[in-house]
């Protein structure tokens, strides 16, 4: 559902879809990595259902039972991420990293207003928001974009893999991978 919204972006960009990535022998997702002129922006993806609380760092069901927070795993892939990054020499890019809940029968209590989170009702604000006029897109991001697609791991040791794509929605750019352009 992420992805229909994220089709709708009027802003140039490159949207790279369940990428997967090594550092350090450390393997990781990212369910949708968009980057623009004005950064990256990192997103994992959610598709719980029912109410849950958020107390202490943690995650519950309303039963009291504790899941894993994906503050946890954001955290972790945006450094990872950032290692490699640094490790490909394009170390001083500007990263932004959100959990978003695209479930609308989802709902979580007790977050506090300062985390990442974007909640169903937020995703197409959040969204719009990001697609305000920036500048086009220049060689640098199709550079990191390409590097990010052929560093990219086919053979996924995590279940429920997709396939990864990267869409560019400006038809003058493109990358040596899969690109749907508008």
């Known amino acids: 559902m992420f992805d229909y919204f994220t089709e709708n972006l009027l802003e140039d960009c490159y949207i790279i879809n369940d990428l997967l990535l090594q550092i350090n022998n450390t393997t990781f997702q990212m369910d949708a990595t968009i980057i623009s002129s004005e950064g990256i922006h990192l997103f994992e993806i959610k598709n719980y259902e029912g109410d849950y609380y958020y107390q202490n760092d943690r995650m519950y069901t309303m039963n009291h039972k504790e ?99 990267i869409k560019n929605y400006r038809k003058e750019y493109s990358v040596k991978h899969v690109i749907h352009s508008k």
């Open 67 to 165: 899941i894993s927070n994906p503050l946890n795993q954001i955290r972790r892939n945006e450094t990872l991420f950032q290692q490699l990054l640094q490790k490909n020499g394009w170390g001083n890019k500007t990263i932004t990293s959100s959990v978003v809940f695209i479930n609308p029968e989802f709902t979580l209590y007790q977050a506090s207003l300062s985390l990442p989170f974007i909640f169903p009702t937020q995703v197409q604000r959040y969204l719009k928001r990001m697609d305000y006029p920036s500048l086009k897109l220049n060689k640098i991001q199709k550079q990191l974009a390409g590097k990010l697609t052929s560093l990219h791991i086919d053979n996924s040791p995590f279940q429920n893999y997709h396939h990864m794509t």
